[in-house]
């Protein structure tokens, strides 16, 4: 018996996918209220708190920002910085060892911290 793979949509172009083809990102919430969340990838999925899945491209990170689907989502109001979303997905798309299928959940983890 094959047990189905958990499927998820991306908050971008809104296409339901298997979880492992999605990044899981989260808000961190600065502790200065004048500050906007972070929105921060998720690569191993065991961040605190409330998650939305996004495919790793450019192009659904823009089209969620554009459509507001990380306030959405993440159920947050206001301006956030979804800076390390993408310098995550750049370095990702320029060096493929970065992906999320080719990469160990440490590995990626590591790289997302030092950052």
């Not at 979880?19 to 969340?37: C, G, M, T």
């Not at 306030?71 to 320029?94: F, P, Q």
């Not at 080719?102 to 997302?112: D, K, M, T």
């Amino acid at each position: 018996m094959s047990h189905a793979s958990p499927v998820r949509m991306c908050i971008g172009c809104r296409e339901r996918v298997a979880k492992s083809h999605l990044l899981r990102v989260v808000a961190e919430i600065a502790a200065d209220p004048q500050s906007a969340p972070i929105v921060v990838p998720d690569v191993r999925a065991r961040r605190a708190g409330r998650g939305a899945s996004l495919h790793p491209t450019l192009a659904c990170l823009d089209l969620a920002e554009r459509r507001k689907a990380f306030t959405r989502a993440l159920k947050l109001e206001g301006a956030i910085d979804t800076t390390a979303v993408r310098e995550w997905i750049e370095a990702s798309e320029h060096d493929p060892s970065n992906s999320l299928s080719q990469s160990s959940p440490e590995v990626l983890e590591a790289e997302i911290d030092r950052k």
